[in-house]
């Protein structure tokens, strides 16, 4: 049985020593410490041993016990003191870019009507956003009294940019 409990001490260490995150630490757990994990398998066989082995074995379970939680409770702590288990950040990394955002769909799609335009040879010309009166009514031949130039369907704005009532 001392044998059994050298072999379980020499496990959980070689165990121990592959925790690196959260998820080894619970495997660590649910191996060792658990109702039916090793440590309680060896404290049920303690039933088994003849009467006169028991104060020995008894104290090397109790120290193998003691020894598993302690080292779990150390590996536990220092993983919450670690931000929950994260990697430490390695400053020698090149940076995150920051995406400010993106075009709306609607300008999307326009930039990609462009470009379609564009390769099949028309030019993007750009103009004014306002038109004056001469450009939109006068050189296309509206006459003053056509009904375009009613006072309700159309704004009127003067030089200064403000609208004209």
Same mark, same amino acid.
């Given at each position: 049985m001392i044998d059994k409990i050298k072999f379980v001490k020499e496990e959980f260490d070689n165990c121990k020593t592959e925790? /690196?995150? /959260?998820? %080894?630490?619970?495997?660590?757990?649910? %191996? $060792?410490?658990? /109702? /039916?994990?090793?440590? =309680? =398998?060896?404290?049920?066989?303690? @039933?088994?041993? *003849?009467?006169? =082995? %028991? *104060?020995?074995?008894g104290k090397e379970l109790n120290l193998l016990? @003691?020894?598993v939680e302690e080292t779990f409770e150390t590996l536990k702590n220092q993983f919450a003191n670690n931000k929950n288990g994260s990697p430490k950040i390695d400053i020698t990394l090149s940076g995150r870019t920051n995406y400010r955002g993106a075009f709306h769909p609607v300008r999307q799609i326009f930039g990609e009507m462009i470009d379609i335009f564009a390769d099949i040879g028309f030019d993007i010309a750009e103009g004014p956003q306002i038109e004056d009166e001469f450009h939109? $009514?006068?050189?296309?031949? $509206?006459? *003053?009294?056509?009904?375009?130039?009613?006072?309700?369907?159309?704004?009127f704005i003067n030089r200064t940019g403000k609208k004209i009532n």
């Open positions: 925790v /690196k995150d /959260k998820n %080894k630490l619970e495997e660590l757990r649910l %191996k $060792f410490l658990v /109702k /039916k994990g090793a440590v =309680q =398998q060896l404290l049920d066989e303690l @039933k088994n041993i *003849p009467v006169e =082995q %028991k *104060p020995t074995v016990r @003691k020894y939109n $009514f006068d050189a296309l031949n $509206f006459q *003053p009294d056509h009904p375009a130039r009613d006072m309700q369907d159309t704004f």
